[in-house]
């Protein structure tokens, strides 16, 4: 977590970005003012950044991305970066070009463009879907799954049953050994699943919307925004922002196993606050703060 | 001081900004990333500043900027913000505004461009003039200085020579009362100056250059970038960034009172090796760290 904090500056808390490690491959979700410094002062393996996925062009989530991309710059990078959002941030990116024409690198900017979920980027272990929000302006969230992985084979039944190559690539595609001699070696016997996969969604900034907890649906960790105390539910209409309550109900309708919340508003920064209304409704929900790390 | 560090981000420092207070009215110098998150953190009345002083348009003096701008419009500010700052910074208001344009106040761009001492900005109590830095980019430094300010009549004096009104404007001017009886009230004893005028510069970032005492001559306090400890004069030359030593020298020749250094270079953080460098040759130098606060 490397900024919890809404749109007002506060002096505790950066504002909006993640960073997401999916098996050692390193993944940034909005880039507010400072995302840099925070990811040096949580030493987050900056240099190792793939992909930046941006939710939305209002500055408390993008200002951050002018230093990232001139440290990447400054510090050599030759590989490119990746840079997810939608079509408004493009001229943020030319903008930025055009007063670093020397960068080493080449930066990929991906229009995010689409009304309904949808597989925008994937890798050997994880996809990415985006989806619309409701927040006033073009703004999406971000669902990171790992993919189903393929079997292991137990290194103790290859030399029990003596398994030739061709019948460990049997296992690993996921069927049992059947020999001429008609003796059967069942899968779930001789191979597992080294893991079940997980999810993430990414869910700021927005109002609750119908079908919400639909696109969400048995997410293993869902962050979701929560800028407004149950309180200040008119704010939270008004400026297209969650509640706590709003927020709790989505993660339980959507049946996630937890419930991270952040973005509070300004007018009230004791986290615990939000999070005690959340579990009201939603008892596996977690207050974040900035440098907080969650296993997923 | 709200940024000590250069360019590379660090942990413990932010980018390039000073907060001045002169008689009650605040101005900026510099906007590295965060600075608005800095005013927050060390109590800077944010809303009352009038003008910000850009040296350069490299990322990390001016990233700051817009969500500075930002938040000012989010908190209803009216009044006008002025900007100082090179020709080349107006792209990066111009690309700011066409992102937020229900800004509630104006920003209003003033381009710095001289080759010579200039003043561009003046106050009842201050000015402020503008002189071209060495920095392979068109950066300038900013001197303010007070004004001298007019006397002041003891109020002891009044009832002691039963002074009229005439007679203390004239003492006002800075005359002596001289009587129709020939009597002579001295201006030395009836009234007094209330400070003698005091400057600060902000030197940052610059390689020293011929002339530069000259135009720093007698300033009260200079702050004056240290990039480099002395070891590292060459990496200080082709960057166009100075030396320790090398502050310390102008401090001396232009016969400064107090010499302030940051801006120091992410490969050494420990500013008790650039403070000692520079006392060899100029004792009087303090190096600065974000949150500290120098009365002048």
């Keep these: 977590m490397l900024g919890t904090a809404s749109a007002m500056p506060v002096a505790t808390r950066n504002q909006s970005a993640q960073a997401l490690q999916v098996h050692g ?18 030493r987050v393996p900056m240099a190792k950044l793939e992909a930046v996925f941006i939710s939305h062009v209002h500055g408390d989530h993008v200002y951050g991305l002018f230093g990232l991309l001139s440290t990447f710059g400054m510090g050599g990078r030759m590989v490119p970066l990746h840079v997810y959002g939608p079509a408004n941030l493009r ?6 070009l055009s007063y670093n024409d020397w960068l080493p690198y080449e930066i990929v900017f991906h229009p995010v463009n689409t009304r309904f979920p949808e597989v925008i980027f994937e890798t050997k272990s994880v996809t990415v879907t985006a989806f619309p929000l409701l ?14 992985p393929q079997w292991n084979v137990r290194k103790e039944c290859i030399a029990e049953y003596g398994l030739t190559l061709t019948e460990i690539g049997t296992l ?3 069927e049992d050994v059947v020999r001429e001699d008609g003796t059967v070696i069942p899968l779930a016997e001789a191979a597992y699943k080294p893991f079940v996969p997980r999810s993430y969604a990414y869910v700021s900034d927005t109002a609750v919307f119908p079908g919400e907890a639909e696109v969400l649906k048995d997410v293993t960790v869902l962050y979701h925004e929560a800028t407004f105390l149950q309180e200040h539910e008119d704010k939270a209409a008004a400026r297209f922002h969650s509640t706590t309550l709003q927020a709790a109900r989505v993660a339980l309708d959507a049946g996630v196993s937890r419930l991270l919340i952040g973005h509070y508003s300004s007018r009230n920064l004791d986290q615990r606050l939000y999070e005690a209304e959340c579990r009201t409704i939603f008892p596996e929900t977690y207050a974040a703060s900035d440098g907080d790390e969650f296993e997923i």
């Design 135 to 148: 927040h006033g302006i073009e703004t999406y969230g971000y669902i990171f799954r790992e993919k189903e």
């Design 91 to 96: 001229p943020f990116i030319n903008f930025f």
């Design 25 to 42: 491959r390193l993944f940034l979700m909005d880039a507010g003012e400072g995302v840099q410094t925070q990811m040096v002062r949580y």
């Design 172 to 174: 690993k595609r996921g």
